[in-house]
Nanobody, 121 residues
Framework: QLQLVESGGGLLQPGGSLRLSCAAS????????????MSWYRQAPGKERELVAT??????IYADSVKGRFTISRDNAKNTVYLQMDKLKPEDTAVYYC????????????WGQGTQVTVSS
């Protein structure tokens, strides 16, 4: 079954930058990485998990809170999706998860285990 492994989290000061990676493996025959829409979510302590960004054919869709600061991208040759985070704020502190949703309707989504991002002075 599809497996997702996030990396790149860490502790940094406000205004800093970080790039998260999510590597996918375990594809079923006929369903390569390119057959999945990839998203990044985050969950802060005491809050619900929220969508941060989703890949589209032309780029990405972003939550209002990260527009202009975060950029989602994917490399289908490497089976990896990235989240470039710039101008980080303390309120960006959360566990960040990637998710794969099949482009074919009705298929199940897959989650990674998450990576912690802490923004603090």
């Amino acid at each position: 079954q599809l497996q997702l492994v996030e990396s790149g989290g860490g502790l940094l000061q406000p205004g800093g930058s970080l790039r998260l990676s999510c590597a996918a493996s375990g594809f079923s025959f006929g369903f390569p990485f390119s057959s999945y829409a990839m998203s990044w979510y985050r969950q802060a302590p005491g809050k619900e998990r929220e969508l941060v960004a989703t890949t589209t054919r032309t780029g990405g869709i972003y939550a209002d809170s990260v527009k202009g600061r975060f950029t989602i991208s994917r490399d289908n040759a490497k089976n990896t999706v990235y989240l470039q985070m710039d101008k980080l704020k303390p309120e960006d502190t959360a566990v960040y998860y990637c998710k794969a949703d099949p482009l074919i309707p009705g298929g199940r989504g897959y989650w990674g285990q998450g990576t912690q991002v802490t923004v603090s002075s």
